[in-house]
C-alpha cells in the first residue's frame, strides 16, 4: 500500500506545482501585456490627462482580468483538491478491501482446518483403538459436531455470495417467531459443547410473514457472535415481545462490546472488530453482513447498543402480523 500512496501523492505534489505556476505565468503576462499598452499610449498621446484615463482603464481591465485568473482558478484548485480527495478515498477502500479478504481467506482456511483436523483425529481414534461402544459413540458424536461446524462455514459463505448478487428467492409464509425461536434456540445449545448460559424470554403468540430458511441463519449468526465476543461463564439472553405492531427480538451479551465508531461498519462484509492482526477470536465476517440483509429482506431494522456494565445489545424489529 505505501509504494502506491507515494506514487500518487508524489503526482498530486507535481499537479499542484505545475498549477501554481500557470497562474503565475498568466498574472505575470497580463501585467506585462497592460505595461506595453501603457508605454505605447504615452508614445502616441501628448495630453497627459488622455494618458491618465487610459491608465485607469488599462489598470482596472489588469484587476478584472487578475480576478477571472483567481476565480477560474479557484474553481479548478476545489475541483482538483475534490477530486484528488475523492481518489484517495478510492485508494482507501481498495486498500482496506483487499486486506479484509486477505484476512478472510486466511480466517476462513484456519476455520475450516480445525475441524477437519478433529474430525480426522476423532476417526483415527476409532479406527486404532478398541473402544466399547458408549466411547465409540461420544467420538462419532464429536466428529459430527465438527462437520456441521464446516457445513455452517460454507453454508454462510454461499448465502453472503447470494445475497450480495440478489441471487436468493425469499419463500414468504405466516410463521409462529415465539415457537419457532424457541425450537432453534434448543437445536443450537443442543448442537455442540456451550461454556455460556441461555437465557430465554419468549413472548408466546408473536407471529410474522417470512422465510424460515433465511431467519434461521439470522437467529445462528446472531448467537454464534454473541458467543464468539462473550467470556466463558457469562450469560447470554434472547428475548422476544411485541411492540405495537412489530415484533422485537433483542441478544444480550455480557462481552468486550462494540464501540460506537464501529457499530455501523460491523454489517460491512468481511468487516471484523478490532485490529486485524491481533484479534484473536475466530470468524469470517460474514455472520453479521448476512444478519443486515435478511432483516432488510423482512422490511425490518436492525441496531446495536452497550449493554451496561459490560457487553451488546443486538434489537431487531420486523413488522408482526395480526
Known sequence: MAKPLFIFYLLVAYILLQFSWWAYLLIDLNQEIVTYRMDLTELVHDDPVAIQKEELRFAQDLKKRLYMVLGEGSVFLALLVFGIYKTKEAFRKEFALARQQKNFLLSITHEFKSPLAAVKLNLQTIQKRDLDRPKQQEIIRRALLETERINLLVE???????????????????????????????????????????????????????????????????????????????????????????????????????????????????????????????????????????????????????????????????????
Open 156 to 322: 454462510n459463505a454461499l448465502f453472503a455470495s447470494r445475497l450480495e448478487n440478489n441471487n436468493f428467492d425469499l419463500h414468504f409464509e405466516r410463521i409462529n417467531f415465539s415457537d419457532f425461536m424457541e425450537q432453534l434456540i434448543q437445536e443450537y445449545i443442543e448442537r455442540q459443547d456451550h461454556d455460556h448460559t441461555f437465557k430465554e424470554i419468549i413472548t408466546p403468540g408473536v407471529f410474522i410473514v417470512g422465510d424460515k430458511m433465511a431467519l434461521s441463519s439470522m437467529i445462528y449468526n446472531l448467537l454464534e457472535n454473541a458467543e464468539k465476543y462473550s467470556t466463558s461463564d457469562t450469560t447470554i439472553e434472547i428475548s422476544l415481545s411485541r411492540h405495537l405492531h412489530e415484533a422485537v427480538m433483542t441478544i444480550r451479551d455480557e462481552g468486550i462490546g462494540i464501540e460506537e465508531s464501529e457499530r455501523l461498519k460491523i454489517f460491512e462484509k468481511f468487516y471484523r472488530v478490532g485490529n486485524e492482526d491481533t484479534r484473536r477470536t475466530k470468524g469470517t465476517g460474514l455472520g453479521l453482513f448476512i444478519v443486515q440483509h435478511i432483516v432488510h429482506l423482512h422490511n425490518g431494522t436492525i441496531k446495536v447498543r452497550a449493554n451496561h456494565p459490560a457487553g451488546s445489545i443486538f434489537e431487531i424489529r420486523i413488522p408482526a402480523e395480526k
